[in-house]
């Protein structure tokens, strides 16, 4: 009993010792114009380097989450120039990285949707091939519980029929950016939802027919059920198709090919 | 509005907290806050005997408690007659010193809830349970999402909400009418703003209490619409003799515009977002898109339509995207 009382204690000076550390490392910080309570640990954790607040990082979210398991997100980094990647979290969520995108030749650009567990700040990180991180976010009013409720598709008896099950528009946007939009069924699980073990899609990659890669998503178990995901590859007069490959946690693959037209359609 | 899903056996809500609290609060809290918080209703004579009682055209706020409704009571030879309870334990008794103090002295004889919104029922409360009646479905749904309803009502608007419970009916409606005091009332059993949506007519004023199936100036909701069964049940009360029209939110409406607007609304959100989701645009973009200028005017208007995208944009999506094969 005295043993673990003391161990309680060493625990709690361990923490503020963690705790002024990454205070005094933090002094270079920009303050956070959402006045979160994560941001000098968030920070440290997913954005090392040099960090700006920048408007440029447009993230679109709706002020309150009407569904706190499909809350949608639009990060549009089109106005900068050379990014290398793109870092989404969720300050307040139990597993706060959503996901991240590698645009290797892609628009600074991605649709998608999230589950919030409470209301909580989206946070996104723009990172350009200078190493600086261009940060900026919005918050989102929100109800309890979406990333420890069990996905819809456990009331299913045949959700596992349906798993990779995809549907997908493709069309050229402009003359050389087509816009991807895709929806691939998956539960998604966080591992948080009682006696239901984390199982989720962790990565998709786009890629032309001669194996260039186009986008690289690696994602979280925060992503939404059945993820719907928006990407604008770039695409050149050659490109007639995307090819895409997704694997989940239990090293399930699926790949699939959609064709890009050769005239413009928007 | 899907909270309900979340909630789990044995945890405490903050609804449970707080009704525990109202049995206790007279005892500690003193008099600072007791007067604070007042439903400020007033009754609208809109036909011999019929009584609004208006909500302001807003969504649910921390400053209206959630008082955004159109209820209505009707004197009868032997009583009142209500239609809808409004959205909190508090609002009904407001509700009912509004009618004790229009209609000296008569009963309530029944209570009709149109649907199973939050704002539609949640004042039952106050009322005889076996009064209060509505279509055996309405009382499945009430049953079923009553409690995360409740839920959701306390983070919106908060304190307004103390010492509120959702009540089910206690008698399912059947046939198409029924006398009621010494007054006869059409009873309409249609769907499409929710799976079940009453419409009641007096059959001596000829007053038709629409329900949440018309809006008037004051934007639709849409969680649990139907957009195509909705469009139905409209051409359908469109056709129902009538004086004048109240609907479940918005103005009194002699005219029928209230049908014609909801029915121009509804239209357009279906088309618009049909059009959006089949072009692959994410929802963030759908909801930039422009609400036209003949929307512009309508309350809440930005609100809602960014509310019902993330309503109905699941489904438009699953019907629009194709499917691909993958291997």
Redesign the interface.
Known sequence: MINRTIKRIIAAAALVIISQVSTAGASSLPQDPLNSVMWENLAGRFFPGEIVIDQRVRVSAPHDAEDQMQVPITIDATDLDNVVEIVAIADLNPIPHILTLHPTRAQAFIGFRVKLEQASPIRVGVKTSDGVWHVNGVIVNAAGGGCTAPALAHGLDNWYKTLGQTRAITRRETADAARLSLRMRHPMDTGLAPGIPVFYLNTIEVTSPNGDELAKIEMFEPVSENPTLTLKPLVNDNISELLVYARDTEANEFRFSLPVSDTIDN | ???N??RRAGSYSRRHVLQLLAGTACACCGSVHANKLAYDLTATEIASGTWAVHGRSEYFTLENGGNIVNVAFIEVPDGVVVVDSGPSRRYGEALLQLIEKTVPGKPVLRVYNTHHHPDHFLGNQVFDRTVIAAPQQVIDNILAEGDGFA??MY?LVGDWMRGTAPIAPGLALEGDSEEIGGRKFSLFYLSGHTSSDLVIRDDQTGVLFSGDLAFYNRAPTT?HAQIEVWQESLQTISALDRELILPGHGLRDDSGASIEQTADYLDWLHRGLSEAA????????A??LPVPARFQSIDVVQTEY??S???M??TL??DL???????
Do not use: F
Request: proline letters at 6%; glycine letters at 2%; a neutral charge.
């Open positions: 509005m899907k909270n899903r979340n839920d959701n983070r969680p089949a072009s692959g645009l994410t929802m963030n973009e909801m930039a960014q509310r995208v993330v309503h944009y699941l999506e699953d995207m194709p499917l691909i094969d993958v291997k």
